[in-house]
C-alpha cells in the first residue's frame, strides 16, 4: 500500500502561485510514476502531470504546460506541482496518484481511478 495526502491548496487571486504537495509513505515511494490530476465542479477528472520514478521524464497536459511543472524528491517522499500564472479555470480538486509500471506518457493517457494509489484530493480556488 501507498498512502498519498495532498497539501498546498487553498484561495489564490488570479495571476498568482501555489505549490501542492503530495507526501507518500509506505511502499518505496521512488518506485512509483507519480501523476496529478484535477477535477472542476462539474466535470470529468482530468490529466494534469506526470512524472517518472527517477525524476528524469515529465509529461505536462498542453493547457497548462507553459505554467505548471512537476517534480518529486525521493529522498523526501514527496510529489510537488508548482502552478503559476493560475487562472479561473484551474479551479478545481486536485489529486496526486501513484502507478508502478505505467510511463508518463501513459498516465497521460490514463483515467485516475486506473492508477495504482490515489489521495484524497486539496481544492485550489482562483479568484478573478
Known amino acids: 500500500q501507498v498512502q498519498l495526502v495532498e497539501s498546498g491548496g487553498g484561495l489564490v487571486q488570479a495571476g498568482g502561485s501555489l505549490r501542492l504537495s503530495c507526501a507518500a509513505s509506505g511502499r518505496a515511494f521512488s518506485n512509483y510514476n507519480m501523476g496529478w490530476f484535477r477535477q472542476a465542479p462539474g466535470k470529468e477528472r482530468e490529466f494534469v502531470a506526470a512524472i517518472s520514478w527517477s525524476g528524469g521524464s515529465t509529461r505536462v497536459a498542453d493547457s497548462v504546460k507553459d505554467r505548471f511543472s512537476i517534480s518529486r524528491d525521493n529522498a523526501k517522499n514527496t510529489l510537488y506541482l508548482q502552478m503559476n500564472s493560475l487562472k479561473p479555470e484551474d479551479t478545481a480538486h486536485y489529486y496526486c496518484?501513484?502507478?508502478?509500471?505505467?510511463?508518463?506518457?501513459?498516465?497521460?493517457?490514463?483515467?485516475?481511478?486506473?492508477?495504482?494509489?490515489r489521495g484524497k484530493g486539496t481544492l485550489v480556488t482562483v479568484s478573478s
Open positions: 496518484a501513484a502507478d508502478r509500471y505505467s510511463t508518463v506518457h501513459i498516465i497521460a493517457t490514463m483515467r485516475a481511478e486506473r492508477m495504482d494509489y
